[in-house]
């Protein structure tokens, strides 16, 4: 025998393989493990089986080329040793393999680390057996779940508390989703019932597993366990759990990253499992599914690696104890994957051909894949490279990407045949193995969900149960004890009971600070039982003394709610008769305010017509103001005209009148001269005829018939020359007395004379003597008065249009030699008033005497006719003091 190798060649491997500091090639400063790596050596299958290895020590495999090897002829070095973690012979129970290597991967699993445990082998090694096991002898998964179950048992969450999402996530479900969820399970459960008699069988031997029982459980979390199961080919995976028909074969799934980059398959069915019992099951239908290929090498020889994923999904329990706390952020999921990997023989030894062969071929190809990717990442680690592991190239490596790369367990069972046929292939499955375990993976961090709360929640909420438990059992006794006794049935008052009481976790605490280190059942959580007991039988006693305070309070209060319910229905009642005052009161506002709106609308209409009336008699008032005017006018116009033409009347019947009076007393005039000539001429031919001599001729008198007649009117020719200058006395006229002088000093005096009645002129130019006096009637006694010595007449008239006209004939009183006096007029003075709404016409006011030529010859009359009227005043008193003019 040649000298045996003691070192895999080809790497550089460090003799201790404790945990090292990783500088890989994800270059962080995480502490890092290898991969452990176990062998186990199946016992040959036959006894006359010729081996080629032999285990030296536990942790020691020698390989020794058998002569049928390929290359044993050419090979210088016949044995090779090979080191692991452990190496189990042929005679290591199941259990060992399984608190070896499995164990502490449920330990990380509880504690929320991931694992990943895979069988690798060439076929019929033993990888189905040491990974699933058969009925007698349990493998490596089974183990798992019932380690998994017996450690969560008290700590499991009721079924459908977590839901799965499909990002590989985890939600709480409320009480109600969960509720509904647990029924519709169960409606499931009875359809399946007749299949799952089928697999009770097979199950219950495979659960019925060595207790072991995992310490160190976070205590105050809720558990749920979740399994998935899939068969990896090197391009597909496929969901063995989902259901299939026979139209709907199975599809391959998608690898993905969830948020914490961990490789999943999306959309695997995942089940929530409660019981060892009801995985296997789950398991046992999925092995059913899978698709088996029979080689010659092996019936029972798969082509496909089987993933059987445990999920753990833990979340911590609320303040009381009681539920899970309803945060999604407070979830921890772990998993562990147990992998069976397929057959790492060569196709030439599996007789396959067509897709057989394809298939196989693959499946070397994954394993190829798997091997290519653990050198690249050992060597990465190695020389602080950084080659691209090719993860992709394979279902299978893509799957575990995230185990190698990030964090998790990663463990691996070699499995060996130690028959001297499977040399070859066995020398390449221990050469992997060996650089297998110089991979480094970075060691997970320890999970520790702390929010906040008191340790040991769960523990004070079941102490505290017990001692409700205890207070209840205490008083039934009491009340049967009391019964018993009595020999009646009670009446009374029922035993008190402890639904009405709270968790009172904070009463635990004061009792015993460090509950979460307390052991249940222990004399220490006795005694802390008792004393809750005592204090909360207190607490009952005082609640029932409050009860009865209470009872009495509530019955006061009832009577003052009854009475102020009669109050209320009676104040009700007016309220409703109130509001039906107040509802007709409104429809009559309502009435009203709509009659109201209708006068208004009338009220406005009228305003209108007014306002439309109003504008219109304003009109009207306008028009007959302008007619009143007009009128007015017209009347003025017209009264005018009547003023007129009643002065033109007056002034033309005076002028008539007085031109007639003229003609007459010019005919009687020169019907008298006729009478006195011819009287003369008598008077003259009697005295002829009685021898006399004729006399002379005397002036003729104005008295006729010696009878002094006044002249009523003065002789027109005496009145023209009295307006030209002072005339000399003529026969028939007055003499002037032309001894008599008026005395210088006297100075004039003037005798006014005017109508009684004079209408006012209004005016301020009033004619004004200095020394006068004033007479409406002409007396002898003024006109001979020789104080008197200036005359003037005021006479007012009409003119021809009818204005108002003033004259003022003035003239001197001259004292006749007959001792009376003559007034000769030498000056007329005019004043006239025009109506300013005509158009002015001459104004004219002479003032003097202006012209010599003599007045118009009505004019002349007119004033002639005046001074008549003023000495037919006097002419009438004494015949001795007569005027002339
Ligand atoms: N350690 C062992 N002790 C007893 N029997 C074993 C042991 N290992 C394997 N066997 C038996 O060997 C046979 C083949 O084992 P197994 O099916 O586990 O091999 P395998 O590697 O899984 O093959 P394949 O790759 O085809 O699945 C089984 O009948 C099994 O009972």
């Known amino acids: 025998m040649k000298a045996m190798r003691t070192k895999t060649p080809l790497k550089v491997v460090p003799q201790v393989r404790s945990v090292v500091k990783s500088r ?35 942790h020691t495999v020698v390989l020794t080329p058998p002569e049928i090897a390929i290359n044993y002829k050419i090979t210088s070095l016949k044995e090779t040793q090979y080191i692991f973690k452990r190496v189990f012979e042929e005679s290591v129970q199941q259990h060992d393999v399984y608190v070896s290597v499995a164990q502490p991967l449920v330990e990380g699993l509880i504690r929320g680390r991931n694992g990943l445990l895979f069988t690798y082998g060439v076929t019929g090694s033993g990888k189905t057996y040491t990974m699933t096991g058969n009925l007698q002898h349990r493998g490596i ?160 020889s798969s082509r496909s690696h089987s993933v059987f994923t445990i999920r753990l999904v833990q979340a911590p329990i609320d303040m009381q104890g009681e539920h899970v706390v309803q945060d999604q952020s407070k979830i921890t999921v772990s998993q562990l994957s147990l992998v069976d990997l397929a057959g790492s023989e060569r196709t030439n030894r599996t007789g396959n051909t067509g897709q057989r062969l394809r298939e196989a071929g693959n499946i070397n190809n994954s394993l190829m894949t798997l091997r290519t990717c653990l050198e690249i990442l050992r060597e990465n680690q190695q020389t602080c490279s950084s080659k691209k ?69 769960r523990k004070a909420n079941q102490l505290f149960k017990q001692a409700m438990t205890e207070l209840n059992e205490k008083h039934q006794h009491q009340h049967l004890l009391q019964q018993q006794q009595q020999h009646t049935p009670y009446i009374g008052e029922p035993p008190s009971n402890t639904d009405w009481m709270d968790f009172d976790l904070g009463l635990v605490y004061s009792l015993e600070p460090f509950v979460a280190d307390m052991k249940l059942g222990s004399a220490e959580s006795t005694e802390l039982v008792h004393k809750l007991t005592e204090i909360l039988e207190l607490r009952i006693k005082k609640r029932k003394v409050l009860n009865d305070d209470f009872s009495g309070r509530q019955n006061r209060f009832r009577m003052n709610l009854h009475k102020l319910e009669t109050e209320n229905v009676a104040l009700q009642t007016e309220n409703t008769s109130l509001k039906a005052v107040l509802l007709q009161n409104k429809q009559k506002i309502g009435a009203m305010e709509n009659r109201i709106k209708i006068y208004e609308s009338s009220i406005d209409d009228l305003n209108r017509r007014n306002r439309q009336l109003e504008e219109r008699e304003r009109q009207l008032r306008e028009q007959l103001n302008q007619k009143t005017q007009l009128i007015s006018q017209k009347e003025q116009e017209k009264e005018r005209q009547r003023k007129k033409f009643t002065s033109k009347f007056a002034v033309e019947s005076e002028k008539m009148n007085r031109e007639l009076e003229l003609k007459l007393m010019e005919q009687k005039s020169k019907l008298q001269n006729e009478m006195r000539d011819k009287e003369e001429r008598l008077r003259l031919v009697s005295e ?96 001979v008065n020789q104080k008197n010595t200036k005359y003037c007449l005021i006479s007012q008239d009409a003119d021809t249009e009818g204005e108002l006209e003033t004259k003022l004939y003035k003239g001197d009183v001259i004292p006749t030699s007959g001792g009376g006096a003559q007034v000769v007029f030498n000056d007329v003075e005019c004043l006239k008033q025009y109506s300013p709404t005509k158009t002015p016409p001459h104004r004219k006011r002479s003032s003097n005497f202006t012209t010599p030529s003599a007045p118009p010859l009505s004019e002349i009359q007119m004033t002639n006719s005046k001074c008549n009227t003023g000495i037919e005043g006097h002419a009438g008193h004494s015949s001795n003091k007569r005027s002339k003019h």
């Open 24 to 58: 890989g090639n994800s270059g962080n400063s995480l502490v890092k493990d290898p991969v452990q790596v176990y062998c186990r050596i199946r016992p040959p299958p036959c006894e006359s089986d010729l081996t080629c290895l032999r285990v030296t020590d536990p």
């Open 141 to 300: 998964m089974p183990r798992c779940l019932d380690a998994l179950f017996r450690t969560i048992s008290d700590y499991q969450a009721k079924k459908f508390t977590f839901k799965t999402d499909r990002l590989n996530g985890f939600d709480i479900l409320s009480e109600a989703e969960a509720l509904l969820e647990r029924q519709t399970e169960m409606n499931a459960r009875l359809l399946k019932s007749s299949r799952k008699r089928e697999l009770d069988q097979e199950v219950a031997s495979q659960a019925s597993v060595e207790p072991s029982e995992i310490s160190g459980i976070e205590e105050d979390n809720i558990y749920a366990v979740f399994i998935n199961y899939v068969e990896v080919y090197n391009n597909g995976v496929y969901d063995l759990l989902e259901e299939t028909t026979i139209q709907k074969t199975l599809q391959s799934k998608m690898i993905r990253e969830d948020a914490n980059h961990n490789m999943f398959v999306h959309g695997v069915t995942e089940v929530e499992v409660k019981t060892v019992e009801e995985a296997l099951e789950l398991f046992q239908i999925g092995q059913k599914r899978k698709r088996m290929g029979h080689t010659i090498l092996n019936a029972e």
């Open 389 to 457: 592991v090719p993860y992709r190239d394979s279902k299978i490596t893509h799957l575990f990407k995230n185990y190698f790369d990030g964090e998790g367990q990663v463990r691996m069972i070699v499995c060996v045949n130690p028959r001297a046929e499977d040399y070859d292939e066995t020398a390449q499955v221990m050469k992997f193995a060996e650089m297998t375990q110089d991979v480094q993976i970075a060691r997970p961090t320890p999970m520790k969900i702390d929010i906040g709360l008191t340790p040991g929640r």
């Open 688 to 783: 002829i005829v009685q021898g006399g001599t004729p006399g002379v001729i005397r002036p003729r008198s104005n008295s006729v018939d010696g009878e002094q007649k006044p002249e009523s009117t003065p002789n027109v020719k005496s009145l023209v020359s009295a307006y030209a200058t002072p005339r000399p006395s003529r026969p028939g006229t007055a003499t002037a007395n032309i001894r008599h002088r008026r005395s210088r000093s006297t100075g004039e005096r003037w005798l006014e004379h005017r109508s009684a009645n004079p209408v006012p002129l209004g005016t301020i130019l009033q004619p004004y003597y200095i020394n006068s006096k004033s007479v409406t009637k002409l007396s002898d006694k003024d006109v």
